[in-house]
């Protein structure tokens, strides 16, 4: 089982509409996530962390964590083209001293005009 | 830009050269670290250094050599490389290093593309 996984895409949202990225892992004691966006040819960037259970919310970007379901997600309200991006989902793990952040392999989105 | 600056952006390389890669960052951070992203594969961490002192090697071949003088450079040589070490290697800083409530950003550099014959 992959520490880290996410749904390889692509993932298609019409403008406008919302878009929801998943990701699951691995690890039960991990306790912080990451989504990074990555566009094509650039660096990842970090748009959220989330490390409690429930909602956060930051602009049109919402994070969702449920630690029982190991399952963390993004949503993405109205859609624009300039989302389309791959968007990698990141969770530290590991052992007290020896965490690590473990990377997804990225969703890529296409929003479409 | 993130304050982490990576070159050369693009390298060719054969298999029998010696080469090495530089990050820098701007930031003053306390932790860097070099990733590699392959086509289709989850970025893979190779080393991490804190305080200039390497706190981690994930298992990586002995052809790649990190050196970190400060806790502002930080360089990957290269030597002896496969066709398969073709990837996008990427450097990152973050004011700590990874603890398990860590919230703490990595700011990554542009990464530098390397190709080897």
């Known amino acids: 089982q992959k520490e880290v996984e996410q749904n390889s895409g692509p993932l298609s949202v019409p403008e406008g509409a919302i878009a929801s990225l998943n990701c699951t892992y691995s690890?039960?004691?991990?306790?912080?996530f990451f989504w990074y966006r990555q566009y094509s040819g650039k660096s990842p960037e970090l748009i959220m962390f989330?490390?409690?259970?429930g909602d956060k919310e930051d602009g049109r970007f919402t994070a969702q964590l449920n630690k029982a379901s190991q399952y963390v997600s993004l949503l993405i309200r109205d859609s624009q083209p300039s989302d389309s991006a791959t968007y990698l989902c990141?969770?530290?793990?590991?052992?007290?001293?020896?965490?690590?952040?473990?990377f997804g392999q990225g969703t890529r989105l296409t929003i479409n005009p | 830009e993130t304050g982490v600056t990576q070159t050369p952006r693009h390298l060719v390389m054969g298999m029998t050269n010696k080469k090495s890669l530089k990050c820098e960052q701007h930031?003053?951070?306390?932790?860097m670290y070099w990733y590699k992203q392959s086509a289709k594969k989850p970025l893979e961490l190779m080393f991490v250094?804190?305080?200039?002192?390497?706190?981690e090697n994930n298992s990586v071949p002995s052809r790649f050599s990190p050196e970190c003088p400060n806790s502002s450079h930080l360089f990957l040589h290269l030597h002896t490389l496969q066709p398969e070490d073709s990837a996008l290697y990427l450097c990152?800083?973050?004011?700590?290093?990874?603890?398990?409530?860590?919230?703490?950003?990595?700011?990554f550099g542009p990464g530098t593309r390397l190709t080897v014959l």
């Open positions: 989330i490390y409690s259970n």
């Open positions: 690890d039960r004691g991990s306790q912080s």
């Open positions: 990141a969770v530290i793990r590991g052992i007290q001293g020896a965490q690590k952040l473990v």
């Open positions: 250094y804190n305080f200039k002192e390497q706190t």
């Open positions: 930031l003053g951070h306390n932790a």
């Open positions: 990152a800083s973050s004011q700590d290093i990874v603890t398990a409530t860590s919230t703490d950003t990595q700011y």
